[in-house]
């Protein structure tokens, strides 16, 4: 194999002024107007120009302006809803086949590694929960099957924990993480024995007595429901398919008119526009869920109604105490949460854009902007981030997206989000298979035209006790310059997910000897986890894995690998010693 080796003390000098540099437009950008910010950002997007030949099968190719170095790409793109996906599903489709890149084009996108970097989350319901969906899910493009625990049982949960890890344990080549969803301070409205209908100008009432279910008055599951809401507040039913009006209210009900009408069913989500509940936001049947989770190793909590930074420690406390290393994920939900943002994002592992119900906390418009704040803070913090909720609500229904859904979803891998989620599409919707397809070829034709985008912020922090971030910083630069594909050997996972965050144009492929850690890192964007016990020659490990790549048809003969060696916990070097390697392979034979 021919290879270059780096040692640490040379990449120094230009890194301090690029961190420098990046240093001010960070502070700069974050001091900026939301508004503004999100505009300016907007129109700064470059121009991407499409050609469309005239041929069938839609191979698309995208140019852009911009991009000298990178060639267009001639991977081909599925039609989004083929029919009978459902039925052909094992042989027509494959995320390789996506990806086969014309051998005539040089660059990045000719290659057998080109991967989608942004991932899917899968809430599985009544429509996903049997094993074959699982696998089927999983084979499509879900990373991360998400359990909601506003529904089912810890048995019904439990169930699919078990599929998931039935999955992983046979799959060589791919792996699912598992997150937990807390129910958290939900208010909902009763049982009714039927549905009722809502009429514009009606009355009605919610109530904090247990049991009412009638034409005029509904149960209302929170107690403090009364004192929290005052005359003329505006009440949201299911995130704002009804809205009422407060007009009184009596010791323990709240006397309503109804604005935008529709039908009232049983146990709906009821939110005040501007008011969160004065309810922990981890309750009594979250703690519960929460025991459940560390019994049985889930990877992520998304923890829902995050208020303050206080819960996320109390939390992280308690994992601790637990020896549990779960990752703690904010929901960013609640209106009181936007004054806490970064001290809620930089006290956990991530957060989730949950769009539901900040569409009915806060007014609707603020929704897309808030959404790319968060991903901003995430990203200049390196922390994952999720953008979730209604990404193609149509589909629980009919086989096609809207075009809106397909531009929202488009719109958040631009706006760099880690990964994409489905919530009732994948639950309980009826074309869950198609969805996760329509996901992955939006996804992964939008990072298509993002090969020149800027680096994220917080570029290139250069003191000696942020080495790991140096070395980041150039594998990335090394790996874009030469359109390689990144080689890393992490135990933890840091080192890895600080590639993701530094957003390389090519595949991370993490290796690591911890199946825990592997799981983990299926929410990254960019990385590809693979397994690997590390043996004590460091030579012989990089030989390993290199074929295992090829044998997997992710690398080839020929092609440049960009191989990182830092990191927290030295694997092969000692204290002083880091390595980024660039290297052809010539031969990959294991060579033992
Ligand atoms: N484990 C489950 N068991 C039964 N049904 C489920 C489960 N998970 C999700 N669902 C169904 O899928 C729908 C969409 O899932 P999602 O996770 O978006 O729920 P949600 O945000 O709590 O929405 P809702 O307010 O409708 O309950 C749910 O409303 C529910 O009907
Ligand atoms: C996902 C979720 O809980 C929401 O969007 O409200």
Known sequence: MAQAVMSGSRLCSSMQTCAAQKKNSVQEQLSSSRLLCGRIRFFQRRKVEQEWPQQSGFPIHATSLRTKRVPRPGYEVFPASPEGLVEDWKDSFTREEGLQAEEKSAGIWTKTSVQRKTKIVCTIGPSTSTPEMIHKLAEEGMNVARLNMSHGDHASHKKVIDLVKEYNAQSADNVIAIMLDTKGPEVRSG?????????????????????????????VNYDGFVNDVEKGDTLLVDGGMMSLTVKSKTSDSVICEVIDGGELKSRRHLNVRGKSATLPSITDKDWEDIKFGVENEVDFYAVSFVKDAKVVHELKDYLKSCNSDIQVTVKIESADSIPNLHSIISASDG?????????????????????????????????????????????????????????????????????????????????????????HTVALRTEATMLDEEPPASFGRTSKEHMSEMFAFHATMMSNTLGTSIVVFTRTGFMATLLSHYRPFGTIFAFTNEERVKQRLALYRGIRPIYMPFSNDAEETFSKALSLLQKLGMLKEGEQVALVQSGRQPIWRSESTHHIQVRTVQDCTPTK
């Not at 049991?211 to 509904?218: A, I, L, Q, R, T």
């Not at 603020?366 to 209604?390: F, H, W, Y």
């Open 191 to 219: 049982d009714l024995p039927q549905p009722i209908m809502l009429g514009k100008g009606q009355e009605f009432i919610f109530t904090i007595k247990r049991g009412v279910g009638s034409e005029k008055c509904v149960s």
């Open 351 to 439: 957060a989730m854009v949950a769009r539901g119900d900040l569409g009915a906390e806060l007014p609707i418009e603020e929704v897309p902007l808030l959404q790319e704040d968060i991903i901003r803070v995430c990203c200049s913090m390196g922390k994952p981030v999720i953008v979730a909720t209604n990404m193609l609500e149509s589909m629980i229904n009919h086989p096609t997206p809207t075009r809106a859904e397909v531009s929202d979803i488009a719109i958040a891998v631009r706006e760099g989000a880690d990964a994409v989620m489905l919530s009732g599409e994948t639950a309980h919707g009826k074309y869950p298979l198609k969805a996760v397809k329509v996901m």
